[in-house]
């Protein structure tokens, strides 16, 4: 009897185990089905991050380049400015004032004791400003 009924719970306990074990194996593959669900929404977001980290970078790059163009362009104008800005200083109005003897014809001694300038500036004002000559 005891045989018999080992017989019968034999197969319900085989069959038992079978299902305990097909369940846990649904289980298992249905976490790791959610896993790599979840690791690939991640993969997907570090993707859309990089592109998007890209895409600011070209257009970071951009503005670097344009800024360093127009720094360039600055550094050219104010070049060319400050070659051609006339002399200000405290002697300007001196200058000024011996330009305007020069072309009244007045001598290099003269624009030296009125102006206090140099000879060497005096004679150059003469040279460029005198009345009736053209610099060469």
Not at 5 to 33: D, E, R, T, Y
Not at 93 to 122: K, P, T
Request: aromatic share 4%; glycine share 4%.
């Amino acid at each position: 009897m005891e045989s018999s009924l080992l017989n019968q719970i034999i197969p319900w306990a085989a069959l038992g185990i079978s299902l305990l074990a097909a369940g846990m194996m649904q289980f298992i593959a249905s976490v790791h089905k959610a896993r790599a669900l979840r690791a690939e929404l991640q993969l997907s977001d570090l993707e859309q991050q990089l592109q998007d980290l890209t895409e600011q970078f070209l257009a970071f790059e951009r503005r670097a380049e344009r800024t360093a163009w127009e720094m360039e362009r600055l550094r050219d104008e104010r070049v060319h400015d400050v070659a051609a800005a006339p002399m200000v200083n405290e002697s300007s109005s001196s200058y000024q004032n011996a330009i305007r003897l020069a072309m009244r014809g007045e001598s290099a001694q003269s624009l030296m004791d009125i102006c206090s300038i140099s000879r060497g500036e005096a004679e150059l004002l003469i040279k460029l400003h005198q009345r009736g000559e053209i610099p060469a």
